[in-house]
Nanobody, 127 residues
Framework: QVQLVESGGGSVQAGGSLRLSCAAS????????MGWFRQAPGKEREGVAV????????YYVDSVKGRFTISQNYAKHTLSLQMNSLKPEDTAMYYC????????????????????WGQGTQVTVSS
């Protein structure tokens, strides 16, 4: 069983920071990758950042590169997303995800059905 629980969302002013956390079951560490995705109302879900388990390789969508940092804490079984210099366009529901089965997370390809998902945490950035 895979369990993912996000926290850390909230409302901030543009230019502010938030740190999202995802509490993951130990099983997720058998996943090839874990990542953060986001979805704004009326928009399609998009990949924000991904990190490969046991590998230092990370990828970011261009719009957040240089502002967001994804990381894993293996001891605490958590996935984090540090978000700095937030912009109104970052407003969305943010989801933690872990790859299912043998999916190898070929960034930037995104297949919803190949991931396990958390329930999401809302991030709202005002101008």
């Amino acid at each position: 069983q895979v369990q993912l629980v996000e926290s850390g969302g909230g409302s901030v002013q543009a230019g502010g920071s938030l740190r999202l956390s995802c509490a993951a079951s130990e099983y997720t560490y058998s996943s090839y990758c874990m990542g953060w995705f986001r979805q704004a109302p009326g928009k399609e879900r998009e990949g924000v950042a991904v990190i490969y388990t046991g590998d230092p390789t990370t990828y970011y969508v261009d719009s957040v590169k240089g502002r967001f940092t994804i990381s894993q804490n293996y001891a605490k079984h958590t996935l984090s997303l540090q978000m700095n210099s937030l912009k109104p366009e970052d407003t969305a529901m943010y989801y933690c995800a872990a790859a299912a089965r043998t999916y190898t997370c070929p960034w930037p390809t995104f297949v919803h059905e190949n991931y396990y998902w958390g329930q999401g945490t809302q991030v709202t950035v005002s101008s």
